[in-house]
């Protein structure tokens, strides 16, 4: 198994761009979810889904969209990327229940300028 | 909703000495204790986790304790190595139905040889 996947790993925007993050998980996980890292906070929750069709809001969900078509996938969209959103994304899945282990990928490093 | 602290936000020790990390949450319903470990530039990986109907819990060098009353719980290293160096994240389940976790705000342990 991959385990969960990130593409891609670094980027760069202008603000205003709009842009994609990629996420899958190969362990038919039903939870997946985003988090922002950025230095001093933690890990914050901007999205997550509790399975295909159905997702919601975290912590920081201004700036962000998210869709979830399919178990596999869960990309994290980008509208009109601002400097405020320079930051360090994972994405992490998980069975179902309240005391499954997460499993996180390996990031993407964004860079808005 | 869950709030976590993590405290210190820094610690350094000697190769060989033990190391303890803290944490307080505030949601009375959380019954799921996860401790991550981030090394430089890769996603957090789950190195021990303790769920509300046990105490304490160990892994060979690394322990953690639950105090449910008090609402808080640690991270106990024993006989550290270098390779223990990174940013340490505790977090917390809350009264959610499902997967969400909230983070602290980490720990970079630094252990010296």
């Known amino acids: 198994n991959a385990g969960v996947t990130q593409t891609p790993k670094f980027q760069v925007l202008k603000t205003g761009q709009s842009m994609t993050l990629q996420c899958a998980q190969d362990m038919n996980h039903e939870y997946m979810s985003w988090y922002r890292q950025d230095p001093g906070m933690g890990l914050r929750l901007i999205h997550y889904?509790?399975?295909?069709?159905?997702?919601d809001q975290g912590e920081v969900p201004n700036g962000y969209n998210v869709s979830r078509s399919t178990t596999e996938d869960f990309p994290l969209r980008l509208l009109s990327a601002a400097p405020s959103q320079t930051s360090v994304y994972f994405c992490a899945s998980s069975r179902q229940g309240r005391t499954d282990t997460q499993y996180f990928g390996p990031g993407t490093r964004l860079t808005v300028l | 909703g869950e709030n976590v602290e993590q405290h210190p936000s820094t610690l350094s020790v000697q190769e060989g000495d033990s190391a303890v990390i803290k944490c307080t949450y505030s949601?009375?319903?959380?019954?799921?204790f996860p401790w991550y470990k981030q090394e430089l530039g890769k996603g957090p990986q789950l190195i021990i986790d303790?769920?509300?109907?046990?105490g304490e819990k160990k892994d060979q060098r690394i322990a953690v304790t639950l105090n449910k009353t008090a609402k808080h719980f640690s991270l106990h290293i024993t006989e550290t190595q270098p390779e223990d160096s990174a940013v340490y994240f505790c977090a917390s389940n809350g009264g959610t139905s499902y997967g969400k976790l909230t983070f602290g705000q980490g720990t970079i342990l630094t252990v010296h040889p």
């Open positions: 303790i769920r509300s109907n046990v």
């Open positions: 949601d009375s319903a959380s019954n799921y």
């Open positions: 889904s509790v399975g295909a069709g159905i997702t």
